[in-house]
Each structure stands twice: as structure tokens, then as C-alpha cells.
């Protein structure tokens, strides 16, 4: 039905994510930017208003939209609770304000407004049908007796006021349709992840590490401050093909294998490599990391040993070969044997797609709450679109971080059908624009209604070149950048605590890399790294600021060598700025610009600064301010700002 | 319903105006560019194609879509037809193609291969079943005593074809919809338009023109070379509160007013004003200018004189005020009297969009097939959408030309609901880089697909103040940037070519505006504007490039004052190389850059260039290319080149 006498036009809403095929994403508590191009005919004034509620609630609640710049309007509101909500727009041709502003017009240029005086009587009628207030100053227009106070009135502070309270809602134009909001669990968007191998997990050099191991080393990852403890697969390590150290196509007897080569005669997806302990001893694991804070995240990594028990109860899943073997993992010429992949696209895929989504289920019972899931862009989107949905349905706390180090549009895929967060390129952007340039488009770009962030300085997979055969300078600076950049992040731990800089030359791969063999850590010992590790942790719990990464602003300094960026809450009262000197070897210095419009500056600046690193304080009376960071003593800063009172 | 075996996705799919809301829009024999990004899980090959078919078509054509870059894909077809079209996409994962990859890979490396060529056979006997000749390649495959003649069979030039000549389409991802193309009559994008007040059409001075007059002036104008003859509103002018000459609030006795001030006590919309001659005569000049190729182009001004019919018949269309007066259009503190804007917020807005409709349909009932509309943007935009679809649901060549001088957002509002055409920022664009900028942005911008530019140097409204008190150099090369940057332009006639620049001093208007008064023009004159105007028109219609605005290529040249831009066909068969020299005083000389991809040259060049408008030819044999232009002799090149055959 056209609605003749709506004359107002709604186009290019955001956040409107696939044109509203996926929702946009967001946590318990995080502001929900709104904005979309409004217009309509002639000179008449317009008014927009958001519309949002939780799904199913009766009532929606309204916030104003504000006109910007080129007909763009734009509006913001808070998710508090977890769950979708939804939200659309409303706006009208608003007649009361159109005859405000045309009347001041008129009245200031001294024009005869006994015309626009009885207008505006009737207007204030309308909206007043159940307000006496209004009634009250449509009667003092009306009064002709009293012609220049009148006019008077309307031109008052007063007035505006009461126009701006008053929007004249009629002929709206609605939206037609209502946008989707996911609102997650807070740890979505914040989460220090610690990753280890359990098998090296022992104290003792040698031996094979057991889950009893990784309780003992619970209370130094708990004092370093790390919330998520992410392990690589602990299910039985296929026999078939195994390999050896270093990736050795074969391997020697004793050697364990690598954890991805999931599955064995001792079990599957749903079984734990007897070595490690039981079933029994994984939830206690569980339990008491719950007790520390700390969630236990399982690897979902779906693929097959050759010898896994899916092979031979359900070869239809696999491709075979026209000699009756099955296909292994290749990417041309290389070969992966010790790998079959799922072949998806065979006639039971319905029956593999339960299978997988049980897998979840299944340790979901014994209280994973948070998944990895490796390599997702090499199983169909379709196939992680459905199984996320269907077990966030009864489960909606289900974290899932998608490793895909792959091409830009289809990590933006996966996020968009629903990973929760994602693995990025910051292992690899280096310099300082690069960084800021990466930074921005995360925070900025189209991808921040879908895309959270998890930023790691390396993994097992990746060395990467600039910290190989480099000292603890650079992986403390990277290390900064991870934990205050992203307010996800995570680290593979003791390789990075212990300053593990040696690849396979001419790789970013570590050399006696820990994918296939035991190795040993002194867990007893802690150093510069894990120091700071442990405050930089403390610091992210301590200020909400470094609880979001869409709240971060780079801050101009004249020196390549130095990033600086500052993170604030809302209301200003968390502000954290940050300074790192990217240059490992050599001591930098320059003025650092604080962002005077966001931070509300005056003229007249008055900041305490207190340097959360070094507990050093001082006062910042200017806008550009130096900073002085000597890498072998600490690459960054992490700076408290209070800014006092007569300035706000 | 899931299709569980269907891995591709398909986002972001280009042309698409508004989600869908709009058709995007071509003309007959244009092309219409696809884009998407299509992608999927995994290393296996995509092949993708654009589905197109003229809407109730019963079968697709299909056109194979190419990577370009960061999972972009592209594919071009031409639309033939009037009508509607429709296009979809779609795409797949090609095991023929994956296993072709993969073969040569390990081919090449001199991995044993015997199972591949199995599986090589199985995949051609999938594809062959009504292909004997792939049949026949499986056999050559499957024949084990010919192990490397198989193997050089596989990585032959030959077989290279047989595989991109067969897709093999199976677990398609089909876009979930079919994207409309609106594809409208050729004149929609190749007009050139001509401006006159038919009133100031008589050949004796101090007489009110008639259409007998305007009928004496078509050679003239056809023999310029024009083909849409535009007249201001040609209905009856109001008499109460008629404007008089320079806009003066009170009009003398006999003083003509505003054409579009419509409607009197001698009929309104649907009449014609007396002093013009009758219906007949009107239907008469209709006939004789499309026996000249001309068509007339009415004037659509919805508004009112206070003394139009609609105002007593129709009261309800109007706004009353409380002392009982009729709102008067105003843009406060300005008042204009002499009009009654409709209230489209009226109870009876059904009966106002009829009526409104019912005027177009009785002019089109008259011959009329172009209508420049007044003004759209002061009219609810949702009264355009459906008024041009009701129109042209009946009448799918009729034009409208949007006169909406006004933000950009509003002005491509216009166009998506349907308007043919819309005046541009053109008329202000001055630089060298702002025109480079605006028409890149309207060629290459997403309006492209639903806004198409007419480009005017001038109108009875504005008189840019780079025309103020210029000599003709100015005028011919404003003149010769709209006709060759543009394939639809216009141009305020008389005014122009007799080179009218006397504005109301600081103001972009016309002193004497004929807008409020008859003008004499000396109809016999020519001029060195005149003959350029019927050169260019010439030009225009004997080249084919020339009749897109949707071809161009700026082309560099180390001249700030010159223009140079490229337009050609798709087949290279016509190539226009326009020069203009944007100072009107100096001469200007510089080396113009060819584009060496586009125009396909190799580094032998040999092009004849023939000057169009000087009949000048000459030879280059280089990219780099010098042009003169003294503007005293003519500020402007348009050059046919013709590229050697050995260069193609």
C-alpha cells in the first residue's frame, strides 16, 4: 500500500550487515552507532528517531537521530543485556519545527506574524491533546491582546525547548524492516588467551605432560592474568602415517605426533589422548581453571588420522580415489598423508553436519564454553553458518574463534556468519602506518559490525620474521601492541615468554617446532616478559578502556618510529593512552598530540598522568607533550589520564 | 531449505540500486558490467557466470564471469531490447578445473600421476555423457600403455580448451534473486537539447511569439543540429499577483509573467495560454519537428497561479491558512506570491496524483515524449516513484529529465525512483581537476547505474558567474565541454549563442531575465557559436563514441588549463580524442598522454588523426602527443583517431 502523505526517504542504514542477511554484532553494554541517509522534499524540516528493543519485547524505546553532514543522520544507543535485539527508523516531515524555524525567520526580519502566531496555536492544540502544558502556551499565542509578548515567547530559550520536546509525529516513514542485533557475552569482545601444548606441560624434562600437569601450571597463567587457557587438540594422535620431528614425513618410534592428525584405535573427536588423562581428569582441569577465572578452550580442528574411527564407520564421508584409497590433504604438489579431510559435498552431508555439531555438544557437557576452531575457510561457510547457530540457540554464551589466516573477504565471511571472533593480520603489519592503517579499517571500516579482532604476536604455526633470532626488546614491544591494541588477544605462551626466536631458515615456522614433539619448559622460572605480562593483564582489568577496541584513537606524534594511540570510555572517566617505540634497538623521543575534541580539552590543560608501567606521575599543562621511551629499559608506556575538573 | 553440498558464496553483487528497491538502468545496446565477490572453502577452483534474459524470457544467457583481484569477479553483456531484463549469478566449485590445477602441478613436478589420470577419465565421462568427444578424451586418459602421451595429452594447449569449454556445474550457488535492468529508449542517453520561451519566438520585434513562430525557427534549430526542442511551461499565466519584469513583485499592465506561474481564468495544467495559438497549433509544431528529427520537450511545473482552476475545484490540494488565505510558496523570509504550492499531506493526495498523472498522459496524447519536470525535488519523491511507473507501465519511451538543482542525495533519489535523466553540478564545475572529479564520480560512482547526467553550460535560472560579462571564447568552450564530456546536454539557447552575460550583480541570474518579459532575438544571425553548436551536433551524431557519456578516459597531460579526454567505442571503431583549453585568454600547449591499454597499441604507434573540426590530419607515432589550442582561434580538438592495423 503507498502511503500517500509520507514524504520522507530512509536509505543506507547502519549497521545493516549482508543487507540484513547476518546480523551485526555486538556485547552486553557496547554502544550501537546508527546512522542512515534522510531526506525529503522542499525546505520542510525533518525528524528522525532510532527505534530499538530486545527481540520479543512489547515496547520500543526511541532515541533522536541528529542530522551530520550531506543529509547523513545519526543516533546511538546501549545493549545492556545479552540476545538479539532489534532496531529501525522512524522520521517525519515535522511540521511544528518547520513552522518554528520559518516563524523566527519571519519574526527577525520583522514581518507581520499574526498569522504564524494562530499556526502555531493549532500546532501546540495537536500536540497537545493530553498536555495542558502546551494548551497553556497555545492559549498565549492566541491572545492578540498581547501580540509582541507573544512573539516574544516563541522566540525564548524557553520556547525551544519546548519544541525540541515536542516532535509533531505524523505521516512517519518506517523502515520496513527491523535490523538485527547479537548481543554476546561480554568475553567476546575481552579475552587474554594463553595457548600451550598440555603433552609439555610437565615439570619434570622428558616426560609426557598430563592434564594433572596443566592444573599444577593453572596458578602461574591465573598470576599472569590470562582468562582463556587454549590448548591444541587433546584427543588421541593418529599411528597411521604419523609425523616425526620437525615435520619428517616419518616419524620414529616414541615420537607423539602432531595433535592435529586428530584421531586413532584409541578414538576421535569426542576422546582423550590417553597420555594426557581421562575424561575425568579434563574436567577437573576444567573446574579448577573456572575456579582461577580462567576458561578452558578446546581446538576444533575437523580432520582426520588415517586410522580415526569416522574412516571405517563412515567412508562415505571421505573421497575416494579411483585406486580405493583415500584422498589425503594436498594443496599441489604438496602432500598431507597423515591428514583425510571431510569430503562435504557427499551425499550424507547431513549426517556429517550432526556428527560435527555433536562433537561441540559433547564438550560443551563438560564445560568448554569457548572453541578454536582451526582452519575453518577449508570446510564449506555454509556449514559453520548453520552449526553456529544451531548450538548458540541453546547455548549462547559459545565463544568461537576462527582461525583463518586466509584471504580478506572470506575472514570477513566467517565473521559474518557468526564466529565470534577471528584470528587477524596484525602477526604481520610491522611499521607504523601499516599498524595504524590496520587498526583503523578493523575499527572504522564496514567489518566492526562483524569482525572482532584477536590479535596474536605469534602462534605455533607462525614465527614471524621480525622476531626471529631477535631479542626480548621486540617480542615485549609486539607483545604491548597485542594486549593494547585489541582488547582480544592471545599468545602461544612459552614460546613467546621465552623468547623462542629460532625458525626453519627462510620460514616463518619455528624450528623443533612443538606441532610434533615434546618439549620442556622451566615453568618455574619468570623474567622481564612475564612480568609484563602479569601488569598488562592487570592494567586491561583494571581500566574499562582496555576492555573495547572500538574505542581507540591514533594520536599524531613526528616520529616514524613511534605509535601512539589513546583509549577512552565514553563518559572520559577511563583514559588510557599508550606509546610504543616500534625501533627495538634504539631509544625514541617526539611530542605525542592528545585528541583536544575528545577529550573535551580547553585552552587551559591540566592533566595528572600517571604511567601505569613505571608508577611514575606528572602533570601535562600542553597539547602536544614529549615522551622519551629507551627500549632496552621499557618500549611503551601505558599512561593513566585524569583530567582535572575546571577543564571538562 | 540448506543445500548442504553448495560451498559458494556470492556477496556484494553489482549492479544493484537500493537492494533491489530500483531497476538499475541502461539503454538499448549498452553494456551492463557485473561485479561481484564470489569465493569459497579451500583451494578448489570457482567458475562462476552471469545468468541475463530479457524479463519472461523462458531460457538464460549466460556469460562466464573472470577473476579480477581479491576474490572480485567481472563479466560484461550487452543489453539489445527496450524492456526489462533480468541477471543473476551463478557459481560453483569446478572439480573439473580443480583437478586440472592439480594435475599439472604434479605433472610438472614429476609425481607419479597414475590415479589422476583415472580420475581425469571419470571426470570427462561425468561431462561427456551427450560429448562423444569427451568421451573420447576419457579413453585416451584411461589407456594405461600410453602412460606419458596421457600425460602430455593433459598438459597440451588443446586440452586447456577442452576443460575452459566445460564447466562442470554441479552444487551451484545461485544469488537468491534476479536483479531487474531497466533498459529504456536509445534517446534516454544520446539528446541534445534546445531552450527557448516560445513567446520571444516571433521574428518582429515587440511581437508575442506564437507557435506558427516557432514553427518558422525549426529549420534553424535543426539545422544546428538539436533533437529535443524544450519550451518553458506554454499554459495559461496567472493574472493575481503576476510578476513583472526583473521579478518585480507587481507586474505593469500588459506584462506577460512567469510561465511558471500556471493557470488563470483561461484554463490551467491541460491548456494552452491564447497569446501561444491553440491546441492545434501546438499539435501542428509537434508534427513538423519530428519531420525534422526533433521532439518537443514539455515543461512540468506542479504549481499553481492563485487563480488556476485547480483552486476552486480542488481547494483541499491547498494548504489554508487560519485567516482563511491559501499558503503561498515560501522559503522564509522569501515570499512568492504569485505561486500555490500543492499540499501532497492532503486528505484527497489519491485524487492529486491522479490528476497529475492525467496531465502527463494528455500531453503525451498530444505527441509529447519528453518532459523536463520542474523543480521534483519540492514534491514528495514517493509521488515520482509511482507517477513514472504508471506513466511508463503504458508509454515505456517516455522521458523525464529532472530539473533538481539541489543536495546530492536528493538529486540521485530522483533518478533511482525513475526519472531518465537529471541536470548536474556541471553548470558550476570550473577546473580543471573539480570536472575531472565530478565526472569520474558520475561515470565510475555507483550512480552510474541509475543517474544519467545532462550537462547544461547555462538555463533561463543561472548564468554562472564565469559567463558573467565573458566573451565568447568562455561560451564555446563551456559549450564543447557539455556536448563532448556529456551524451545528453542542453543549453538555454538564444541566450547562449548570442552570448547573453549580464547577470543581477552578484547574483547567478539574468539581468532582463526573459524569464518576466517577450524578448526579441535576431532568429536570422549565425554566428561562430552557431556554427559551432551544428558542427559538434554533427560530430555527435556521425560518431558513435560520442553517443555515450559512459566510454570516457581522461587522459594526463602537464597542462593545468588543459582537458583531454578519450572516448571510444568497445570495438575501437570510433575514438574521439577531445582537447579543450579551459582559459579563455591564453594559449595553451602540452603533450597529451594516450591511453596505451585501452587503445591496445603496442610500442610501435602509428595512429592518423583527423581534427574534426579544423578537417586537419596528421600522423602520431608516439604516446605522448603535442597540442596547441589559441582560444582566440578555437579553445578546443575533437579528433578522430584511427590506429593502424598493424598496431591492433
Same mark, same amino acid.
Given at each position: ?207 609426557? !605432560? *598430563?592434564?594433572? =600437569?596443566?592444573?599444577? /601450571? ?5 598470576? %599472569? @592474568?590470562? #582468562? +582463556? ?47 594426557? !588423562? *581421562?575424561?575425568? =581428569?579434563?574436567?577437573? /582441569? ?5 575456579? %582461577? @577465572?580462567? #576458561? +578452558? ?352
Amino acid at each position: 500500500m503507498i502511503k500517500g502523505k509520507s514524504r520522507v526517504i530512509i536509505e543506507t542504514v547502519q549497521p545493516l550487515v549482508e543487507g540484513g542477511l547476518y546480523p551485526a554484532k555486538r556485547t552486553a553494554g557496547e554502544r550501537v552507532d546508527v546512522s542512515a541517509a534522510i531526506f525529503g522534499d522542499g525546505h520542510d524540516h525533518i525528524r528522525a528517531e532510532v527505534l530499538f528493543k530486545k527481540e520479543g519485547a512489547a515496547a520500543w524505546q526511541r532515541v533522536e537521530m541528529t542530522p551530520t553532514f550531506n543529509d547523513e543522520w545519526k543516533a546511538s544507543f546501549y545493549v545492556t543485556e545479552q540476545g538479539f535485539y532489534v532496531y529501525t527508523i522512524q522520521a517525519w516531515v515535522d511540521h511544528f519545527d518547520t513552522w518554528y524555524d520559518g516563524f523566527k525567520k519571519k519574526a527577525n526580519a520583522k514581518i507581520d506574524v499574526t498569522v504564524e502566531l494562530m499556526e502555531g496555536a493549532i500546532l501546540l492544540r495537536t500536540l497537545g491533546e493530553s498536555n495542558p502544558e502546551l494548551i497553556a502556551y497555545a492559549r498565549r499565542l492566541e491572545d492578540k491582546s498581547r501580540y509582541q509578548t507573544a512573539i516574544d515567547l516563541v522566540l525564548s530559550k524557553e520556547f525551544e525547548e519546548v519544541v525540541h520536546h515536542n516532535p509533531l509525529r505524523i505521516y512517519e516513514t518506517k523502515l520496513n524492516s527491523e535490523i538485527k542485533i547479537k548481543v554476546e557475552h561480554a568475553k567476546a569482545n575481552f579475552s587474554a588467551w594463553y595457548e600451550f601444548f598440555p603433552r609439555s606441560a610437565s615439570l619434570e624434562s622428558g616426560k609426557h !605432560g *598430563t592434564f594433572q =600437569d596443566c592444573i599444577r /601450571l593453572l596458578p602461574r597463567i591465573a598470576a %599472569m @592474568g590470562f #582468562d +582463556v587457557l587454549y590448548f591444541p587438540p587433546i584427543h588421541p594422535i593418529g599411528k597411521v602415517n604419523r609425523k616425526g620431528k620437525n615435520n619428517n614425513v616419518r616419524s620414529q618410534p616414541g615420537e607423539p605426533g602432531s595433535p592435529w592428525a586428530i584421531g586413532s584405535d584409541e578414538g576421535g573427536h569426542k576422546s582423550i589422548l590417553p597420555a594426557l !588423562g *581421562t575424561l575425568a =581428569d579434563f574436567n577437573k /582441569l576444567v573446574v579448577e581453571a573456572k575456579k %582461577m @577465572g580462567i #576458561d +578452558v578452550a578446546m581446538d576444533i580442528a575437523f580432520q582426520c588420522a588415517p586410522d580415526h574411527p569416522y574412516v571405517k564407520e563412515h567412508p562415505e564421508w571421505f573421497k575416494q580415489r579411483p585406486d580405493g584409497t583415500i584422498q589425503y590433504a594436498e594443496n599441489p604438489p604438496k602432500k598431507y598423508q597423515d591428514i583425510y579431510p571431510f569430503n562435504f559435498e557427499n551425499d550424507n552431508w547431513q549426517g556429517l553436519w550432526d556428527e560435527l555439531k555433536s562433537v561441540f555438544l559433547f564438550w560443551i557437557e563438560q564445560g568448554v564454553k569457548i572453541f578454536r576452531v582451526d582452519n575453518p575457510h577449508t570446510k564449506p561457510i555454509p556449514f559453520w553458518h548453520w552449526v553456529i547457530l544451531e548450538i548458540q540457540k541453546d547455548h549462547p554464551d559459545i565463544i568461537f574463534l576462527s582461525e583463518a589466516f586466509t584471504r580478506p573477504k572470506i575472514m570477513a565471511s566467517l565473521a559474518k556468519v557468526g564466529f565470534t571472533q577471528s584470528y587477524t593480520y596484525f602477526t604481520w603489519r610491522v611499521s607504523k602506518q601499516e599498524l595504524i592503517d590496520y587498526v583503523n579499517e578493523l575499527v572504522f571500516g564496514p567489518s566492526r559490525n562483524y569482525f572482532r579482532p584477536n590479535f596474536w604476536p605469534n602462534t605455533p604455526d607462525i614465527l614471524p620474521y621480525h622476531l626471529q633470532h631477535q631479542g626480548e626488546n621486540i617480542f615485549i614491544l609486539r607483545y604491548a601492541m597485542a594486549a593494547t591494541l585489541s582488547s582480544n588477544y592471545g599468545v602461544y605462551g612459552p614460546a613467546y615468554e621465552f623468547y623462542e626466536n629460532t625458525p626453519i631458515e627462510g620460514r616463518e615456522e619455528y624450528f623443533n617446532s612443538e606441532k610434533y614433539e615434546v618439549r620442556h619448559y622451566d615453568w618455574k622460572r619468570t623474567n622481564r616478559m612475564t612480568d609484563i605480562m602479569s601488569l598488562l593483564n592487570k592494567i586491561r582489568k583494571e581500566n574499562e578502556a582496555m576492555q573495547s577496541t572500538w574505542n581507540i584513537q591514533f594520536c599524531p606524534i613526528e616520529n616514524n618510529q613511534i605509535l601512539a594511540y589513546l583509549k577512552a570510555t565514553d563518559d572520559l572517566k577511563n583514559i588510557i593512552l599508550v606509546v610504543v617505540n616500534l625501533d627495538p634497538q634504539r631509544g625514541q623521543s617526539g611530542f605525542v598530540q592528545l585528541p583536544k575534541d575528545r577529550l573535551k580539552l580547553t585552552d587551559k590543560i591540566n592533566i595528572k598522568v600517571h604511567d601505569l608501567i613505571t608508577d611514575e606521575h606528572y602533570t601535562w599543562t600542553q597539547e602536544w607533550n614529549y615522551v622519551d621511551l629507551n627500549p632496552n629499559k621499557m618500549p611503551f608506556h601505558v599512561l593513566k589520564l585524569e583530567i582535572h575538573e575546571s577543564n571538562m
